[in-house]
């Protein structure tokens, strides 16, 4: 199609917008505009430049283009360049970084011609139009020369100096042969007395038709630059006549597969069935438009959330001409939105237990005993439904049942109906959660943390379907199912049980909420452990007891019983939460025969020979982690002696008289199985005042001895910075230095003797390991 030497096809309006939809990028679209808008050659644009537009009106801006000449000729021209054109243009040119001398094409026109041609060939086959594969740049010129000089009437001598003809001949034939019709018309003015006020009118409302002409292009543009928007133009029954580019993108069909086709076509079919469609469009042509929000669907059945804007057409003569059915795809702001919602509840269910540990630490602060304890966690838990019900195990052996049992939310009868077997208890990153983070911590079955095992286990329950029949009735209202997670309740090496709770809501123990419910693990645990020590000092009746433990997993059983030899407990220093200086007699093994074994433990760190007596050695041992004297302390227990002798250990211990001796002994059995209660009995807590300490003291001091402590202490020997030193003190006594440094060492150590382990050796003695203190209380 060659209009440009004389032929008679000329390019219509709908093929020029076409070819605009068909263009895909910005640099195509600005090719086609360039040609069709200004009438430029392809060897034009391939030598133009940003300097060569030029602003000819401040107010209205107006451009003009000046196109430089070929090399072979010095006559160059000046184009008119419409204000939509001149931005286009200068917005490819700031996107590209081009400089003003820059070429804004920097091509050939060869390959400017075959531009166009990729996209005729596209409009072809996107509308379905064959003819438009054989536009050339040519037609785009001629498509300028005739809109310029038939629809806009502009005078020929303009068009031929800014189309760059060299006579009128060339664009005689752009114009056809008026008919008697026209000749009148155009000579109507000869009829009508002059009237400037009323050419203003003409001409402005000209320049208005121009600024609709204008705002339907930037529209096309804008709706061009994204798959977002669509645009639909339906006849007034509500068939698909034409669409644009990108209503092909979004809805997937091509022009020759949707046009012809009702608008329903991109409704679901339950809105097809209720008539929606026909109400929209109903609704369009009473109220003069409509918007509706719904799910759309595309060809391959995929469904997509967007807001829809309904137009009715009308002709000059107000005739109903059909519909503009414009589409916006508002699928990612649904995404995002849910998103949010989504994110809220998260926050909100994070705020709630927030507050749910705040409180949980009050009533903690408030517990009076190890059963307060666990009734106040299972209670503060459940309550604000954060959780749907919990409850607490206390540890014994696997062997035997679980013998205590708080819960709250469900009876404690109620939990062996739908506690899960132990192999049902999964890791978290096989569990049903599904988050696939591990978490670090203890076992299930109520031994010490380990690093090979998890704090936090889950399983699934179901409340609906088959294999309900047994579910209480505390939990015939949940619907689908519950997840379970459990958590040891642990202090240091010891775990006095497990809290199981259940939740009903997705998502469910995530490693947050995993990480969370193991803090509450071992604040519970720390809780038990500061309640049970708080008892013990403030009781005035206890319990001693006698237990017996043949277990290896203690270094010392397992030495007595290979060395044949007797330890026997002197004192226990705890210096950090695992780490215990152990002080002990030793008879019956050589300790270098000892310390040889010392060396294969991995507990034992470091040891040493610290005194030699007749019959035995004092040494010094510095473990790490749990033995049977700590488990014991762990739960409260102060311990009062420790013999181990042949691969027993026997252990004599006190704990309050309210205390749950069988949690204590069960507890210890967990860690030592091969362990047992020997003997108990109730005994009045001994009382020493102050006045017995002095006494007692004063009795195993010289009367020397007590006069080098008086003199020192009242010399301001003990102050700091010292009031007097050594040498004043021994000449205000008359004596020597050396000897009050005697006197002192000896009154010092019968002193620190008194108070560590007076009477020595006698029955109801002293501890001679570690006991509760006011700062885990």
């Known amino acids: 199609m060659n209009v440009e030497s004389g032929g008679d096809g000329v390019l219509s309006r709908r093929q020029y917008d076409s070819l605009l939809d068909a263009a895909e990028t910005y640099r195509e679209a600005l090719v086609v505009r360039l040609c069709g808008d200004v009438g430029l050659r392809p060897a034009e644009l391939a030598r ?96 300028f020369a005739h809109r310029s000089l038939v629809e806009r009437g502009i005078n020929p001598r303009v068009v031929k100096a800014a189309g760059g003809w060299r006579s009128f001949e060339a664009l ?17 003015a000869v009829e009508r007395p002059s009237d400037p006020r009323g050419r203003d009118r003409q001409r402005a409302g000209e320049g208005a038709n121009a600024a609709a002409v204008a705002d339907d292009s930037i529209v096309r543009l804008l709706l061009a630059a994204s798959d977002r928007y669509a645009l639909v133009r339906l006849d007034e029954e509500g068939y698909v006549e034409r669409w644009n580019r990108s209503a092909a993108a979004m809805f997937d069909y091509r022009a020759s597969e949707i046009v012809g086709t009702h608008v329903s076509a991109f409704y679901p079919d339950d809105a097809v069935e209720e008539g929606l469609p026909e109400r929209v469009l109903s609704a369009a042509l009473e109220e003069s438009g409509y918007e509706v929000d719904g799910c759309r669907v595309r060809k391959d059945g995929s469904t997509f959330r967007a807001t829809e804007v309904v137009s009715p057409l009308r002709d000059d003569r107000g005739r109903h001409t059909g519909f503009a059915l414009f589409v916006r795809d508002v699928s990612s702001y649904y995404d995002e939105l849910e998103t949010l919602r989504q994110r809220r509840t998260e926050l909100e269910r994070r705020y709630t237990l927030a507050w749910q540990q705040r409180a949980l630490t009050e009533s903690l602060l408030e517990a009076a005993d190890h059963e307060a304890v666990e009734t106040e966690t299972c209670e503060t838990l459940v309550r604000d439904a954060v959780y749907e019900f919990a409850w607490i195990d206390r540890t014994t052996m696997a062997d035997r049942r679980r013998n205590w049992r708080v819960a709250s939310g469900i009876g404690p009868d109620d939990v062996d109906r739908i506690e899960p077997d132990g192999d049902e208890w999964e890791r978290p990153d096989g569990g049903a959660n599904g988050s696939g983070d591990a978490v ?47 958590v040891p309740l642990a202090y240091g090496e010891t775990t006095y049980g497990t809290l199981t709770v259940a939740a009903g809501r997705e998502p469910a123990f995530d490693a947050d909420e995993r990480a969370w419910l193991e803090t509450i693990g071992r604040q519970v645990g720390y809780a038990i452990t500061a309640v049970r020590r708080r008892n013990l000092l403030l009781s005035d009746r206890v319990v001693e007891f006698d237990l017996t433990c043949r277990d290896d997993g203690s270094f010392l059983v397992a030495a007595s019983d290979r060395l044949d030899c007797r330890f026997e407990l002197d004192s226990l220093v705890p210096t950090s939460e695992s780490t215990q200086l152990y002080y002990l007699r030793l008879e019956g093994a050589e300790p270098a025969a000892v310390f040889d074994l010392a060396r294969e433990s991995e507990r034992v760190t470091e040891f040493r020979l610290i005194e030699t007596y007749e019959d035995g050695w004092r040494v010094e041992f510095v473990v790490e982690g749990s033995l049977p ?149």
């Not at 005689?172 to 109507?188: G, N």
């Not at 409260?636 to 013999?643: D, L, P, S």
């Open 440 to 486: 670090r911590g203890g076992a299930e079955s109520g031994d010490g943390a380990s690093d090979d095992e998890i704090a936090v286990r889950v399983a699934e329950l179901a409340t609906d379907g088959e294999g309900t029949a047994d579910v209480p009735e505390t939990l015939e209202g949940v619907d689908g199912g519950l997840v379970l997670a459990r």
């Open 172 to 188: 005689e034939s752009y114009l056809p042969e008026p008919t008697e019709a026209e000749i009148v018309d155009a000579f109507e």
């Open 48 to 143: 133009l430049t940003i300097d060569d537009v030029e602003q000819a009106r401040i107010d209205p801006p107006r451009y003009l283009v000046r196109v430089p000449p070929a090399e072979e000729t010095r006559d160059g021209r000046t184009a008119y360049l419409p204000t939509r054109v001149e931005r286009e243009l200068r917005r490819y040119a700031r996107s590209n970084d081009l400089s003003p001398e820059d070429r804004i094409f920097s091509v050939t026109p060869r390959r400017l011609q075959m531009l166009v041609s990729g996209v005729t060939d596209r409009a072809a086959e996107l509308f379905d139009d064959p003819s438009l594969a054989d536009i050339s740049t040519g037609d785009l010129r001629h498509y």
């Open 629 to 777: 004297l700590l488990t014991l302390s762990e739960y409260g227990v102060t311990v009062r002696g420790a013999t181990i002798e042949s691969g027993t250990a026997t252990i004599t211990g006190e704990c309050a008289g309210d205390a749950d001796l069988r949690t204590i002994v069960d507890g210890f059995r967990a860690a030592y199985p091969d362990s047992e209660l020997v003997g108990k009995r109730e005994a009045e807590r001994t009382v020493r005042t102050a006045r017995e300490f002095r006494e007692g003291l004063e009795d195993r001091l010289t009367d020397r001895q007590i006069a080098a402590l008086r003199a020192a202490y009242f010399g301001g020997y003990y102050d700091w910075p010292r009031e007097s030193t050594a040498e004043e003190v021994a000449d205000a006594m008359g004596i020597s230095s050396p000897t009050l440094h005697n006197h002192l060492r000896k009154g010092q150590h019968e002193l620190l003797r008194t108070f560590f382990d007076y009477p020595s050796g006698a029955e109801g003695s002293e501890p001679v390991g570690t006991e509760p203190t006011g700062e885990s209380g």
